[in-house]
């Protein structure tokens, strides 16, 4: 076990996701603390490069099956993904991407699975590190001006950090990504069943199969064995 020192941590995110913290952090401006929440932005940057590949989760989770198995996971990885991650199963960006999909009423972005982009959750994530390191592009994407490119085409505000991003560069480049089944990040938030898209709430919400990683987000009780 390596503990890793928070602060050290910030300090050594902060000036590579500085730029991006404005677009996707709940805080107006840019908070030196809201760095921890794009970690995995830059993971590849602050971990010793002989750590190749990690898993990321978050606390709010309960593991139904061993954790070797998501592991295995990086062995489907096809060739250009960098990041193993679920889709977000509430319609959160269908929200958030409001304007691009009323100036683009054709597109994918924001609509339900399997034929939608309804973006990503990043409650569970696998993250090549090697991969990350090694992608020109994905790099290229981490750069400020690339930020700022792509938040002004999608007219893109968010405040869940890491997520948004991640949401974001997955319209733009979905190849980067190897999209995790539903079943490893079953999500059991339903706010916004009852803000405004109670209609459209299950396409989103809705996962076949037996769950192997619950995740209990905004504070929603997790089913007992």
Aim: some cysteine.
């Amino acid at each position: 076990v390596i503990v890793h020192d928070v602060n050290e941590l910030t300090e050594k995110l902060f000036p590579i996701v500085e730029a991006m913290q404005k677009h996707f952090s709940a805080g107006t401006g840019t908070y030196y603390s809201d760095s921890i929440f794009f970690l995995s932005v830059a993971m590849h940057r602050i971990m010793p490069k002989e750590i190749t590949q990690i898993i990321q989760v978050d606390l709010d989770l309960k593991y139904k099956t061993n954790i070797q198995d998501l592991f295995d996971e990086f062995d489907n990885f096809p060739e250009g993904a960098v990041i193993g991650i679920a889709r977000e199963m509430q319609p959160v960006y269908r929200h958030t991407f409001w304007q691009y999909r009323r100036e683009n009423p054709q597109t994918k972005v924001g609509d339900p699975p399997p034929d939608g982009l309804p973006g990503f959750n990043s409650g569970v994530l696998l993250l090549n590190l090697e991969a990350m390191r090694q992608s020109k592009l994905y790099n290229q994407l981490l750069e400020p001006a690339m930020v700022q490119k792509l938040t002004e085409k999608y007219h893109f505000k968010g405040h869940l950090g890491d997520q948004d991003f991640f949401t974001m560069v997955g319209m733009e480049h979905p190849e980067l990504f190897h999209v995790l089944d539903c079943t490893w990040n079953r999500q059991l938030c339903t706010w916004w069943r009852d803000h405004g898209y109670s209609d459209v709430f299950d396409q989103y919400f809705q996962c076949e199969g037996e769950v192997k990683i619950y995740h209990g987000n905004c504070n929603t009780p997790i089913p007992e064995d």
